[in-house]
């Protein structure tokens, strides 16, 4: 089965924090969202809350101005390999 992730990175926090979502069309949307928060420059921040569907109890709450990167990937739960996140010269 092909999960696709969504890790953020925070402001001050050594640790990013992700979801995974079954379907690419909801990982893209709520990517997208994302990149359109963090676009804007009033001081107002919105209050992001995702939800994992991997772990359907999974809840996280994040202020928009508070993430400095967005990425997201696909995992396939195939040997638990992954795609590495992020960019990379090796085609594994």
């Known amino acids: 089965m092909i999960m696709y992730s969504l890790e953020l990175s925070l402001r ?3 640790f990013p924090i992700s979801i995974q979502k ?3 069309d909801d990982v893209k949307r709520i990517y997208d969202e994302i990149k359109s928060y963090m ?3 009033s001081e107002s921040s919105n209050l992001i809350e995702l939800r ?3 772990m359907q109890d999974k809840l996280i709450a994040v202020r928009a101005k508070e993430i400095i990167s967005v990425q997201m990937y696909e995992k ?3 040997a638990g ?3 590495r996140p992020g960019f990379s010269l090796n085609t594994d």
Do not use: L, M, R
Request: aromatic residues 12%; hydrophobic residues 15%; neutral net charge.
């Open 76 to 78: 396939s739960s195939v």
């Open 12 to 14: 001050y926090s050594p």
């Open 81 to 83: 390999g992954a795609k």
């Open 22 to 24: 079954k379907e690419f």
């Open 52 to 54: 994992c569907d991997k």
């Open 39 to 41: 676009n804007e420059t």
